[in-house]
C-alpha cells in the first residue's frame, strides 16, 4: 500500500546552522503529488512545500525540497534555521483519489 | 487566516456519551475530511466526502460516522465515547486532484474522562 516514512521523534538544531528532514514514500501509483507541511504550536498544520515534478526544485520561506522518484524521496532542508522554525513537521503523499497519506511527523527545535 | 471552522475548540466528556463536532469550509472545496491526530501527533485519516459520497475510511471504528448536509460542511458524530478517542480532531478540505492543498482547520480537542 501507500505510505510515508519521516525522520521520526525530535530533532533539535542550533540556531544558524542547516537541517535536513528525511522523507521517503511508497506508492504504486504514478499520479502522485507530495507535499510538506508545517504545524506551529496550537495551530493548524498548513503547507509549506508541494512538488509532483521529478528531480525538480521547490522553495518557500527559505525551506527547500527535490522530488527524486528514483530514490522515492523528498527531503525537506533549510540552510540556516532560525528559532522561528520551531515546529511540527509533515511529510504527505497524495494519490489523487482523495487520500493523503501522512508521515508520523518530525519535531523540530532550534535552540540559540 | 482560516477558512476552515470547527466548533468547539475543546470537549471533555465521559465515557458512553455521545459527541458531535462541527466543521465548514467557506473556500468552495468538493471534498472535505476528517482526521485524528493522537497524543503522539499521528495524523491519520477518517473519512473524506465528495459531493455527499464517502469515499475513505480508513478502518475506523463504527461509533464514529460523517453526516454531511452539503459540501461546505462536514460534522462528525461519536455514538458512545472511549478513552481511546481522546485526541484532537481535524477538519480539512480541498479541491479534487492529486497535487491540490489539503487546508485543516484548527482542530476540536477531545477529553474522554
Known amino acids: 500500500g501507500d505510505s510515508v516514512t519521516q525522520t521520526e521523534g525530535l530533532v533539535t538544531v542550533t540556531e544558524g546552522l542547516p537541517v535536513m528532514l528525511n522523507c521517503t514514500y511508497q506508492?504504486?501509483?504514478?499520479?502522485?503529488?507530495f507535499f510538506w507541511y508545517v504545524q506551529y504550536l496550537n495551530e493548524a498544520p498548513k503547507l509549506l512545500l508541494r512538488?509532483?515534478?521529478?528531480?525538480k526544485r521547490t522553495e518557500h520561506q527559505g525551506f527547500h525540497a527535490t522530488l527524486h522518484k528514483s530514490s522515492s524521496s523528498f527531503h525537506l532542508q533549510k540552510s540556516s534555521v532560525q528559532l522561528s522554525d520551531s515546529a511540527l513537521y509533515y511529510c504527505?503523499?497524495?494519490?489523487?483519489?482523495?487520500?493523503?497519506?501522512f508521515g508520523k511527523g518530525t519535531s523540530l527545535t532550534v535552540i540559540p | 487566516e482560516t477558512a476552515v471552522f470547527q466548533t468547539p475548540n475543546y470537549h471533555v466528556t465521559q465515557v458512553g456519551n455521545e459527541v458531535s463536532f462541527n466543521c465548514k469550509q467557506t473556500?468552495?472545496?468538493?471534498?472535505m475530511y476528517w482526521y485524528k491526530q493522537d497524543s503522539k501527533k499521528l495524523l491519520k485519516i477518517m473519512f473524506s466526502?465528495?459531493?455527499?459520497?464517502?469515499?475513505v475510511n480508513e478502518t475506523v471504528p463504527r461509533r464514529f460516522s460523517p453526516q454531511s448536509s452539503d459540501k461546505a460542511h462536514l460534522n462528525l458524530r461519536i455514538k458512545s465515547v472511549e478513552p481511546e478517542d481522546s485526541a484532537v480532531y481535524l477538519c480539512?478540505?480541498?479541491?479534487?486532484?492529486?497535487?491540490?492543498?489539503?487546508?485543516f482547520g484548527k482542530g476540536t480537542r477531545l477529553t474522554v474522562v
Open positions: 480539512a478540505s480541498s479541491l479534487q486532484g492529486s497535487s491540490t492543498e489539503v487546508f
Open positions: 506508492t504504486a501509483y504514478s499520479d502522485v503529488a
Open positions: 512538488s509532483s515534478t521529478d528531480n
Open positions: 504527505a503523499l497524495s494519490t489523487g483519489y482523495q487520500n493523503f497519506y
Open positions: 473556500l468552495g472545496h468538493d471534498t
Open positions: 466526502y465528495n459531493n455527499k459520497q464517502l469515499i
